[in-house]
């Protein structure tokens, strides 16, 4: 079981950035799987996720209105759309797979990917 999180970078305020979790060794879509990001110093914080059998979706109110979970079960990848990303959302973000307790809590999760770091600065 494998997770690999891509497409963080550099960008300003405003601008937008699409991450992937893109899964190998099971199939991603009968699991519900979570964002989460951790900045330095402070605690890992869940993001966003979504569910496996009727696709609900669930955000953190800090992301909601400008961040987007998707599903593509033929790639076997989650995607996380940002859009008019701020300086606070700056941080490492990861994918994983939930196993049990609140869907936004780390706590919850196992099978952690490498994370993919997000910079938003001017």
């Known amino acids: 079981v494998q997770l690999v999180e891509s497409g963080g970078g550099l960008v300003q305020p405003g601008e937008s950035l699409r991450l992937s979790c893109a899964a190998s060794?099971?199939?991603?879509?009968?699991?519900?799987i979570g964002w989460f990001r951790q900045a330095p110093g402070k605690e890992r914080e869940g993001v966003s996720c979504?569910?496996?059998?009727?696709?609900?979706?669930y955000y953190a109110d800090s992301v909601k209105d400008r961040f987007t979970i998707s599903r593509d079960n033929a790639k076997n990848t989650v995607y996380l759309q940002m859009n008019n990303l701020k300086p606070e959302d700056t941080a490492v973000y990861y994918c994983?797979?939930?196993?049990?307790?609140?869907?936004?809590?780390?706590?919850?999760?196992?099978?952690w990917g490498q994370g993919t770091q997000v910079t938003v600065s001017s």
């Open positions: 060794g099971f199939t991603l879509n009968y699991n519900v």
């Open positions: 994983a797979i939930y196993y049990s307790g609140g869907y936004l809590e780390a706590s919850g999760y196992d099978y």
């Open positions: 979504i569910t496996s059998k009727n696709v609900t979706t």
